[in-house]
C-alpha cells in the first residue's frame, strides 16, 4: 500500500485530503507543521509528500531544501495558494516534483499524485516472484463474480486488484488505463458488490465478509 505524506496545517483541507486519499486505498500520514514534517518523512518513508507552502513554523520551502539537502529523494507535491510564478519557479529550483495551487479541484489532484508514483515507481516484477499463498483460500470464481454480482469481465478484473489491496493508481497502471477510469470502474465495483469499502471486498472475495 503506498503511504502519502500530507503537510497542511488547515484541518479541514488536511482531513478532508486524508478522507479521500484514504478511500482510494492510500495509507495516509499527517503533519501540521515543517519540523514534524521532517521527521515523518525520515520515520514513515512516504512514497509521496503534498506540501503546502503556508506553515504556522517554518515555510514549505524550508521542509523541501531540508529533505533534498538530507539526500531525501522522495516526489514532493506542492500545494500553495500563492499563485506568482516565482513561487512556482523556487519550488521546482529547489527539488519540487509538482505544484498545485488552492483552491484545486480534488480529482485532478489525485490524478496529479497518481501519476507522479507511477513515475517514481520501478517497473512492477515479473509474474513468479511472489510469495506462494498456500494458506489463502480459493476466492470467488469469476463465474460467481458474474453471476451473483452481474459484474463485467473488466470490473471482476478490477475486483481481483481491489482484492488484493491495490490503490486506484495501482489499478489504472496495472490494467493500462486512466486514474479517473479506474476510479469509476471501482466505484461501479463496491456499489455492485454492495460493500461500502475496499477493504470489505477482500473479505468478500476470500468469504470472510
Ligand atoms: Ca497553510
Known amino acids: 500500500m503506498s503511504r502519502i505524506l500530507v503537510v497542511e496545517d488547515t484541518l479541514e483541507i488536511a482531513e478532508g485530503l486524508q478522507r479521500t486519499l484514504e478511500y482510494d486505498g492510500y495509507d495516509v500520514s499527517l503533519a501540521t507543521k515543517a519540523a514534524h514534517a521532517l521527521a515523518v518523512a525520515t520515520s514513515d518513508k512516504p512514497e509521496l509528500i503534498v506540501l503546502d507552502l503556508g506553515l504556522p513554523d517554518r515555510d514549505g520551502y524550508h521542509v523541501l531544501q531540508q529533505l533534498r539537502e538530507r539526500g531525501n529523494q522522495t516526489p514532493v507535491l506542492i500545494l500553495s495558494a500563492r499563485r506568482d510564478e516565482a513561487d512556482k519557479l ?12 488552492k483552491p484545486f ?4 489532484l489525485m490524478a496529479r499524485i497518481s501519476a507522479l ?41 478490477v475486483v481481483r486488484l481491489l482484492g488484493e489491496g491495490f490503490t486506484n493508481a495501482e489499478i489504472a497502471a496495472k490494467l493500462e488505463m486512466s486514474y479517473y477510469t479506474a476510479r469509476n470502474h471501482t466505484e461501479q465495483v463496491l456499489a455492485k458488490l454492495g460493500v461500502s469499502s475496499r477493504a470489505a471486498v477482500g473479505a468478500l472475495l476470500y468469504g470472510q465478509g
Open 105 to 108: 479541484s480534488i480529482l485532478e
Open 90 to 101: 523556487q519550488g521546482f529550483r529547489l527539488g519540487a516534483d509538482d505544484y498545485v495551487t
Open 117 to 157: 508514483l507511477r513515475r517514481a515507481r520501478p517497473a512492477a516484477p515479473s509474474a513468479g516472484t511472489e510469495a506462494p499463498e498456500a494458506a489463502r483460500p480459493a476466492p470467488l470464481s469469476d463465474e460467481a463474480l458474474r453471476e451473483r454480482y452481474n459484474l463485467t469481465a473488466r470490473q471482476i478484473d
